[in-house]
């Protein structure tokens, strides 16, 4: 069985920081990419920040040059560094695994509120 524990969130100031982390733990996977997600209230949950296996990244337009995924491929983890955040960050962020067969693993949520 496959589990994602994100771990990070909190509530921080207009320009300050945070940093996500999420572990995969279980067996009989091969992971393709992972990815953290967030869902504002009233809104869809839409992709924040993916890396590949091979460490391609991608990002929102609406978090480049402020945000910066990593994964370290040995511990199964992926982190997600928040700088410069905004209040429109304010989100529940969800860690998210992509499969090489095409199964998608979620984890818990954890709430990221930026205001002052």
């Known amino acids: 069985q496959v589990q994602l524990v994100e771990s990070g969130g909190g509530l921080v100031q207009p320009g300050g920081s945070l940093r996500l982390s999420c572990a995969v733990s279980?067996?009989?996977?091969?992971?393709?990419?992972m990815a953290w997600y967030r869902q504002a209230p009233g809104k869809e949950r839409e992709l924040v920040a993916r890396?590949?296996?091979?460490?391609?990244?991608n990002y929102a337009d609406s978090v480049k040059g402020r945000f910066t995924i990593s994964r370290d491929n040995t511990k199964n983890t992926v982190d997600l560094q928040m700088n410069s955040l905004k209040p429109e960050d304010t989100a529940v962020y969800y860690c998210?695994?992509?499969?090489?067969?095409?199964?998608?693993?979620w984890g818990q949520g954890t709430q990221v509120t930026v205001s002052s």
């Open positions: 279980g067996s009989g996977f091969s992971i393709y990419a």
């Open positions: 998210n695994l992509f499969t090489t067969n095409a199964r998608a693993y």
């Open positions: 890396v590949t296996r091979g460490g391609t990244t």
